[in-house]
């Protein structure tokens, strides 16, 4: 089984920081890219930020960094606002032992809260 497990939400006031954390664990032989989507109440879910050993792709105010040996990566948010309250999601694209594709695989959420 593979699992990604993430941390760090919570509530913040606005202009404050959090870093979210996710560790993927389990029969793993291979990680291509890991990221972070994020879903508001009420809107589809959306792309926030992914990195690869080649590079990343952020959205706004973040900072995307990832620990290839702990299988880890992280979420820096910063100057946060309102609207970026939602589900933070980590996600994967990973390959178990004897796998020949890659397969996506999604965390279980974490709920990051900006409000006064």
Do not use: H
């Not at 590079?55 to 880890?72: E, H, L, P, Q, Y």
């Amino acid at each position: 089984q593979v699992q990604l497990v993430e941390s760090g939400g919570g509530l913040v006031q606005p202009g404050g920081s959090l870093r979210l954390s996710c560790a993927a664990s389990g029969n793993i032989f291979s990680i291509n890219a890991m990221g972070w989507y994020r879903q508001a109440p009420g809107k589809q879910r959306e792309l926030v930020a992914s990195i690869t050993s080649s590079g990343d792709f952020v959205k706004g105010r973040f900072t995307i960094s990832r620990d290839f040996a702990k299988n880890t990566v992280y979420l820096r948010m910063d100057s946060l606002k309102p609207e970026d309250t939602a589900v933070y999601y980590c996600n994967a694209e990973m390959k178990r032992y004897y796998d020949s594709t890659w397969e996506e695989y999604w965390g279980q959420g974490t709920q990051v809260t900006v409000s006064s």
